[in-house]
């Protein structure tokens, strides 16, 4: 096993690093564009190939979208550019780069970097990963198995899809403070819990590295753990997922 590009794509950057994927670490640093406006398919493979060129040589490429992903094709676009929807991104980034390449859903990325590297390595039973971010993704795994491409973000709370609720973007926003965030997220996970009864929850995104700060608020019955691998589980995720 090599080296390989992982790249996360946000609301506001797209980030990039070389991944040891025997070992799930980044090696050297991470790189950052911003976010093309409109970000279309052809700005945003024209960012990674900027972001591409800045960093050594990696073997292939994994892109963790915000986006439902079926055999390589976009399939939503929550938070995107609809000019996504069906667009079969593998085979366009295997085109633009000439290696191989893998598309996947950005929380399933930062998911299988978690549960193979980071705060749900070894642990069996039923894991939820959640990313809060623009959106709020999530990954469920099974005994280590993740069931791809689900969409708990869009459950809805509150007359409205639970991302525009409890989301980290609709934290910064409002303004919210910690207490006030972490209620709203407790009632998203109670939601969850009340569905699925996970024995242990994770969550990402660039909050998470916040955690100490808000997990006096979370009220929850399954234990919730930040993630070990902090803002950088979809890059690294989407890096393991091209191998
Ligand atoms: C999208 C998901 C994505 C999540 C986190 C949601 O709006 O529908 O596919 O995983 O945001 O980025």
């Known amino acids: 096993m090599g080296v390989n590009l992982g790249i996360d794509f946000g609301g506001s950057s797209i980030k990039a690093g070389l991944v040891d994927v025997a070992h799930g670490h980044i090696?050297?640093?991470?790189?950052?564009?911003p976010t093309p406006?409109?970000?279309t398919p052809h700005a945003v493979v024209e960012a990674i190939r900027a972001l591409d060129a800045q960093l050594p040589h990696a073997d292939a490429i994994g892109f963790g979208f915000p986006s439902v992903v079926k055999a390589g094709r976009a399939c939503t676009a929550a938070n995107i550019d609809a000019a996504w929807i069906g667009t079969d991104v593998g085979s366009l980034l295997r085109e633009a780069f000439g290696r191989p390449a893998a598309f996947l859903n950005d929380a399933d990325a930062a998911?299988?970097?978690?549960?193979?590297?980071?705060?749900?390595?070894?642990?069996s039973g039923t894991v939820l990963v959640f990313t809060f971010g623009t959106g709020i993704g999530s990954a469920p795994f099974i005994d280590g198995r993740l069931l791809p491409n689900t969409e708990?973000?869009?459950?809805?709370?509150?007359g409205g899809s639970a991302e525009l609720w409890a989301s980290a973007r609709v934290r910064t926003e409002l303004a919210l403070g910690w207490a006030e965030w972490g209620a709203r997220v407790s009632e998203?996970?109670?939601?969850?819990?009340?569905?699925?009864?996970?024995?242990?929850?994770?969550?990402?995104?660039?909050v998470?590295?916040?955690?100490?700060?808000?997990?006096?608020?979370?009220?929850?019955?399954?234990p919730v753990r930040?993630?070990?691998?902090?803002?950088?589980?979809?890059?690294?995720?989407?890096?393991?997922?091209?191998?």
């Open 37 to 39: 406006h409109p970000s």
């Open 111 to 123: 998911g299988l970097a978690e549960m193979r590297f980071g705060a749900g390595r070894g642990v």
């Open 27 to 33: 090696v050297g640093g991470t790189v950052a564009v």
């Open 188 to 206: 998203y996970f109670a939601q969850m819990e009340r569905l699925f009864w996970p024995d242990l929850m994770i969550l990402c995104g660039g």
């Open 226 to 243: 930040p993630a070990a691998l902090g803002a950088e589980a979809g890059i690294i995720g989407a890096a393991l997922a091209a191998t």
């Open 208 to 222: 998470s590295t916040h955690f100490d700060q808000f997990a006096r608020y979370l009220e929850t019955r399954a």
């Open 152 to 158: 708990f973000g869009h459950l809805e709370m509150r």
